[in-house]
């Protein structure tokens, strides 16, 4: 894609994004990613109803009349967005592909984030740690984010979310909300690895996922023989998609994937839900937010 054809897709993905999270997600993200805690903003005079746990001893001895200390809530959030960037991202058509919609999806949040004062950054990872880029806030660092999403090349070819959130647990010291946008179609080092990396990562962040996906990585057309290319690897085979027997082992092994992937995400407590690039990714993004809030 051609720099001018790459500025105008970033402007279209911009205006998209941004009207979205203005208008639809704006008091959704509110509610449902809440700050670090309480933190103390003043002391008044005790009302009728105030909790008496938050009287303030020393200042109501001091003016022989009660007073309590008054909490707000602490707000500014610190968002990691930690996306897949592997080749299997390519999967789909151009427009309908993983990789735009996971970006579409990623700039929303972004702008959501910034929208509320808040500070995003971003892991890319295939099976290593591609690129980091700290948080902070402000559009034009949204739209560095975007721009890298829409042309970064991974160096690795495989995908390992492990080493993802391994490295969000170490990276970010204070408490996050982390994104992890991914196909999940691959668990490196195997169900029991993913889920301890999951359990780690959630008991320090609040981890949030979403699953996008292609419909054709959960079942196949029955049109005869049809070349498969494994985006990761690189390797192509023909497979016979004639044979009933091949299409339920291929939809039985996708059935297989979403199963232990639902495993692992509940024991952990981590919300999640699952985009497919054939449907709007806008509602079942608000039903997790409402889910949440």
Known sequence: MQTREMLARLRRVEIRARGLSNEVFAGEYHSAFKGRGMAFSEVREYRFGDDV?????????????PYVKVYEEERELTVMLVVDVSGSRTFGTEELSVKN???????????????????????????????????????????????????????????????????????????????VLSDFIDFSGGEPRFSEAVKIASNKHDLVAFRVYDPREESLPDVGLLRLMDAELGVARWVNTSSRRVREAYAAAAVAREQALRRVFSKSGVDWASVSTDRDYVQPMLKLFKQRG
Not at 53 to 65: E, L, Q, S
Not at 144 to 167: C, H, K, N
Request: glycine share 4%.
């Open 101 to 179: 919609v996971m970006t579409e999806m990623a700039a929303v949040l972004a702008f959501s984030t910034i929208h509320n004062n808040d500070k995003v950054g971003v892991i890319f990872f295939s099976d290593r740690v591609e690129k980091f880029i700290p948080p902070k806030k402000g559009r034009k660092h949204v739209l560095r984010i975007i721009w890298e999403l829409m042309s970064f090349e991974p160096a690795g070819q495989g995908t390992d979310v492990s080493v993802a959130l391994r490295y969000l647990t170490n990276a970010i010291k204070r408490r996050c909300t982390a994104f």
């Open 53 to 65: 746990r938050n009287i303030d001893w020393n200042v109501t001895a001091r003016f022989n009349a």
